[in-house]
T-cell receptor
Framework: KQEVTQIPAALSVPEGENLVLNCSFTDSAIYNLQWFRQDPGKGLTSLLLIQSSQREQTSGRLNASLDKSSGRSTLYIAASQPGDSATYLCAVNGGGFKTIFGAGTRLFVKA | ETGVTQSPTHLIKTRGQQVTLRCSSQSGHNTVSWYQQALGQGPQFIFQYYREEENGRGNFPPRFSGLQFPNYSSELNVNALELDDSALYLC?????????????FGEGSRLTVL
């Protein structure tokens, strides 16, 4: 049974800092992994999708890596801004109909 | 390109009532998945619809049911509401059925059960 864990649960950083959010999963047989952003009370916004054959994906200040053998993914945010404050969720799809989510990391960027 | 839209955005029901939530999938997408998100937790998979049939279900009782229509829009129905059903219900659309591609979510329907 796939389990997804995100550490830390919450993180507070000063503006401008580079930061890394972590996601670990127990079953390395994945189809893809997706990172999302969620603002309070809102839906999920897709940030990056990494297919199982890929090692990383980049979009603007965001870079996501995937290491299936160790069951880990990281989301790197460069030069953080107050507008980056949100909850970040990772989600793992094992090739079937179900996508398993972590509980998220709540990020607060101080101006 | 039209994104995923959900309605209603907020609703309040009492225990034992029934509720229907609606979702219009993103243009070009043929697969709809529903998720329940309790406060402070990650979304939990309820079920997925592809070609108007349920092709996968999470650990939710039969009182959670759904439909997908020929235009790929979908409904989530919950009967005999319980207090624990209070949550944000999220709809996600994708393309590909069983081999799920990138998921795109709507803004959700916030259900409060009193």
């Amino acid at each position: 049974k796939q389990e997804v864990t995100q550490i830390p649960a919450a993180l507070s950083v000063p503006e401008g800092e580079n930061l890394v959010l972590n996601c670990s999963f127990t079953d390395s047989a994945i189809y893809n992994l997706q990172w999302f952003r969620q603002d309070p009370g809102k839906g999920l916004t897709s940030l990056l999708l990494i297919q199982s054959s890929q090692r990383e994906q980049t979009s603007g200040r965001l870079n996501a890596s995937l290491d299936k053998s160790s069951g880990r993914s990281t989301l790197y945010i460069a030069a953080s801004q107050p507008g980056d404050s949100a909850t970040y969720l990772c989600a793992v799809n094992g090739g079937g109909f179900k996508t398993i989510f972590g509980a998220g990391t709540r990020l607060f960027v101080k101006a | 390109e039209t994104g995923v839209t959900q309605s209603p955005t907020h609703l309040i029901k009492t225990r034992g009532q029934q509720v229907t939530l609606r979702c219009s999938s993103q243009s070009g997408h043929n697969t709809v998945s529903w998720y329940q998100q309790a406060l402070g937790q990650g979304p939990q998979f309820i079920f997925q619809y592809y070609r108007e049939e349920e092709n996968g279900r999470g650990n939710f009782p039969p009182r959670f049911s759904g439909l997908q229509f020929p235009n790929y829009s979908s409904e989530l129905n919950v009967n005999a509401l319980e207090l624990d059903d209070s949550a944000l219900y999220l709809c996600a659309s994708s393309f590909g059925g069983l081999t799920s591609g990138e998921l795109f979510f709507g803004e959700g329907s916030r259900l409060t059960v009193l």
